[in-house]
């Protein structure tokens, strides 16, 4: 026991002051100290600005698209599957955290023989022996290998959670885009419905001037072109419309053909501003760029494990139990029994096996230090594209607008001066397309600073909310 209890001492020395371990650092990743393409006005995100990474999609203050998108988070199948890699990855952390314990189990046996009889014909009577025992194994984690196994599992399923939270963000923005895209559909079908209601207006003026003998057949003829046109072009709307609606649907896992949106004009489309802060929070916001981090993490704890291998491995067994010729007597002191054993394993050739491993962990860890400069790199130029993108449409929209007034007012001289006869009926068309494609062009360029501020808090990590809210 003396023994025993020494060689116990000496491996808790040596789980205390022998385990090995390499620290992580994360790596650095070239970033400008502040966005170049930041809109004229626009203020830099406070810290506390850029914390919240609550329900984003409710800065455009539509509550049929709030109800979608907490939908999305229940029935998504695509989150399903992502937080299920989530709970396997967690699982796995249990299983390798389980290699830092002793494996304990418990045996028994009964066993009755019976010799033969012998040349002079006597026959001993048959015996009985019973045995039973509790057994214990552990490896301890001399050298950190286990720990450092267990390490990298952890850092593995935080990226696991990373990947969770970039799917829910990029299912909530692609159900927020095609909610919003068939919005600005809904309005380009009233628009269109309008414009298709004024040809056929003007599709009679023209016939009637006709039948008076003051327009030419060709008037006529070219008016209802423009109507057969418009009326074909309120047809392609609608088959777009379907399409975003069967997309919405399988988003929020339902069957397209149990799942329709009523028709509903923005009467007053909302464009939030969403401050950018600094590209250094970036990296502490984007979860690809987080997925990113911890997948170096993992593997430098992987690398730790590889390299504990050249270390020799200890492990120690020890069982107790009973043995004896009678079943009800067996558990008794004076049948006791009882080992205990250490092992010592030192692997001295392999032909460059555990090298080749440790080097293969060592080209993994630099594989994911590069792609996570990568991925922080794409996530700057990400938000750089659409900070530009905001800028740029902004602009645009204030032009489009200009141009809309401008071609209304052209088309209604022109109407005005055809009844008149003062101009003809090809000037007209002209005025009305300028018109029409004015009009559809400035509900365009507010769709697109829609969608572009969706793509925007989807570069910047999602979850930014206006101070106060």
Known sequence: MKTSRLLLAFLALQLAGCARGREHVVPTAPMASAYKETPPGW?????????????????????????????????????????????????????????????VDISGSGQ????????????????????????????????????STVTAAEASAEASAADLAAARLSVQGELATNYLQLRNVDSLIALLVATVDAYEE????????????????????????????????????????AQLEHAIAVLIGEAPGNFSLAVA????????????????????????????????????????????????????????????????????????????????????????????????????????????????????????????????????????QQASRAADEAERLAINQYQAGRLGYADVIVAQVAAFNARRQLAQVIADRQTSAVALIQALGGGWSAPGK
């Open 43 to 103: 203020k830099v995100a406070a810290p506390a600005d850029v914390l919240d990474r609550g329900p984003w999609w409710m800065l455009f203050n539509d509550p049929l698209l709030d109800e979608l998108e907490r939908r999305v988070e229940v029935s998504n199948q695509t989150l399903a599957e992502a937080e299920a890699r989530y709970r396997s990855a967690r699982a796995l952390v249990q299983e390798q955290r389980s290699a830092l314990f002793p494996t």
């Open 112 to 147: 009755r023989a019976q010799s033969s009889a012998g040349s002079s014909g006597f026959r001993p009577p048959a015996s009985t022996a019973y045995r039973i025992a509790i057994g214990g194994t552990w490896e301890p984690d001399v050298w950190g290998r286990i720990r």
């Open 202 to 241: 003007a599709l009679r003026i023209t016939q009637n001037r006709f039948d008076a003998g003051i327009a030419p057949r060709s008037d006529v003829l070219q008016a209802e072109t423009q109507l057969a046109s418009a009326q074909a072009d309120l047809e392609g709307l609608d088959r777009q419309r």
């Open 265 to 400: 004009l923005q009467t007053d489309p909302v464009v939030p501003v969403v401050p950018p802060g600094i590209p250094s929070q970036l990296l502490l916001r984007r979860p690809d760029i987080a997925a990113a981090e911890r997948r170096v993490a993992s593997a430098n704890a992987s690398i730790g494990a590889a390299e504990a291998a050249f270390f020799p491995d200890f492990s120690l067994t020890g069982t107790y139990g009973f043995s004896g010729p009678e079943l009800g007597r067996l558990i008794s002191a004076s049948q006791s029994l009882w080992s205990l054993g250490l092992a010592v394993a030192q692997t001295v050739f392999d032909g460059g096996a555990r090298t080749a491993r440790a080097d293969q962990a060592k080209a993994e860890y630099d594989r994911t230090v590069a792609n996570y400069r990568q991925t922080a790199l794409t996530a700057f130029g990400d938000v750089e594209d659409q900070l530009a993108a905001a800028r740029v449409l902004e602009r645009q929209q204030e032009l489009r």
